[in-house]
């Protein structure tokens, strides 16, 4: 089993930026591609940023290509999400999730485990 707990939510000013941090321990994540979630109040978990087992690719979401940045340090068995030029759009609880194969996938079925989530809030 993977456990994944994330941190670094909170709230900020729109034009700001956070630094989510996701923990991976049970296991080691190295070989195992990881992503970032979202879901706003009344919405679908959605798809933001994903990583693959080595960190030599990634793949973002259209609404946060070019703002969002996602890392992995495989020593440390922890995921990014650096999140610059925040809009109020951005509001939402974040999960981290791993999946248990080293290629990304953009689904939420595609991952094996989850975390618990942070909530991110940008003000207007």
């Known amino acids: 089993q993977v456990q994944l707990v994330e941190s670094g939510g909170g709230l900020v000013q729109a034009g700001g930026s956070l630094r989510l941090s996701c923990a991976a321990s049970?296991?080691?994540?190295?070989?195992?591609?990881m992503g970032w979630f979202r879901q706003a109040p009344g919405k679908e978990r959605e798809f933001v940023a994903a990583?693959?087992?080595?960190?030599?690719?990634?793949g973002y979401a259209d609404s946060v290509k070019g703002r969002f940045t996602i890392s992995r340090d495989n020593a440390k068995n922890t995921v990014y999400l650096q999140m610059n030029s925040l809009k109020p759009e951005d509001t939402a609880v974040y999960y981290c999730?791993?999946?248990?194969?080293?290629?990304?996938?953009?689904?939420?079925?595609?991952?094996?485990?989850w975390g618990q989530g942070t909530q991110v809030t940008v003000s207007s």
């Open positions: 999730a791993a999946r248990k194969y080293g290629d990304t996938r953009y689904y939420v079925n595609d991952y094996n485990w």
């Open positions: 049970g296991r080691t994540v190295s070989n195992y591609a």
């Open positions: 990583i693959t087992w080595s960190g030599g690719s990634t």
